[in-house]
């Protein structure tokens, strides 16, 4: 039991007495050991000490050989302590400011790594995705074969992955309203808001693996729409209905989905055979 006391207080006392040190140097007005001490933090994974002193000497050491090392420095210091919002502020204000400096291509990569690690999960806003993608392709574009190419590309594909699941996920709320009329403010439907979303979806991501679900959704609708129409409607979107099933089964000859699309043409025939 005393052992543990003993610890306990020992660590205290050394906790203490790195905080004591931190703040000495902090106050002092000798920016060389400021920065050297903050470049010792940063090579021993302190962070947030790291960034904590260097937001306060990269103006200092501008135009001095350290300017860009310390930048830079700041930018992974915030990274790597999760402040992606300021890592990716500092990356970019390096870039501006040393379009062809020694970390350039580093940080240009890493721009766009801080702004992914930002993004919501896919039913949110996706502005920071689309602010991620146009990251990776500048980086792409400006280093065609750079070290971070690959992994950049991959990074790219996941984030047009989510704003892929972000419209799905619009033109199935489209669907499951249905005859709600209560969010049609302009007029129109819901059933019209899931096809013009889902058609949308499949021209802008031609390759997108949720492909075959958007065209489930626009078939779906579609005869929705007809069944519901009045009915100097139903022989036109009937019609339409009709030739969006055959369509389905053409390009998705095995899907699963298949049973559904030939009985709606059954039924879109009760009205088109004549």
């Known amino acids: 039991m005393k052992k543990t006391i003993y610890a306990v207080v020992f660590l205290v006392l050394l906790f203490s007495s790195c905080a004591n040190e931190f703040n000495k140097v902090y106050k002092s007005t000798d920016n060389n050991f400021k920065y050297e001490y903050a470049k010792e933090c940063f090579a021993k994974g302190k962070y947030v000490r790291a960034s904590t002193l260097l937001q306060g000497l990269v103006t200092m050491q501008k135009g001095s050989d350290n300017a860009q090392e310390s930048l830079y420095m700041l930018g992974m210091s915030e990274f790597n302590s999760r402040d992606y919002e300021g890592a990716s502020a500092t990356f970019k204000k390096y870039c501006q400011s040393y379009p062809k400096g020694s970390y350039t291509e580093e940080a ?149 989905n298949k049973a559904m699309a030939e009985k709606f043409i059954n039924k879109c025939k009760e009205y088109t055979k004549d």
């Open 108 to 256: 240009r990569f890493l721009i766009g790594m801080s702004l992914y690690n930002c993004t919501p999960e896919p039913r949110l806003d996706q502005s920071q995705t689309v602010n991620a993608i146009t990251a990776f392709q500048e980086y792409i574009d400006l280093y065609p074969d750079g070290k971070q190419k690959k992994d950049a590309q991959q990074r790219l594909f996941e984030l047009q992955d989510k704003l892929v699941q972000k419209e799905l996920y619009s033109a199935q709320l489209y669907y499951d309203l249905g005859q709600y009329f209560g969010n049609c403010t302009y007029g129109g439907n819901n059933y019209e808001a899931c096809i013009i979303t889902a058609q949308n979806a499949l021209k802008d991501y031609p390759y997108s693996t949720l492909r075959e679900k958007f065209s489930v959704l626009v078939m779906k609708s579609k005869f929705e729409l007809a069944q519901q129409s009045v009915e100097e409607k139903k022989l036109e979107r009937f019609q339409d209905a009709e030739d969006e099933c055959y369509g389905f089964l053409n390009e998705y000859p095995d899907s699963k």
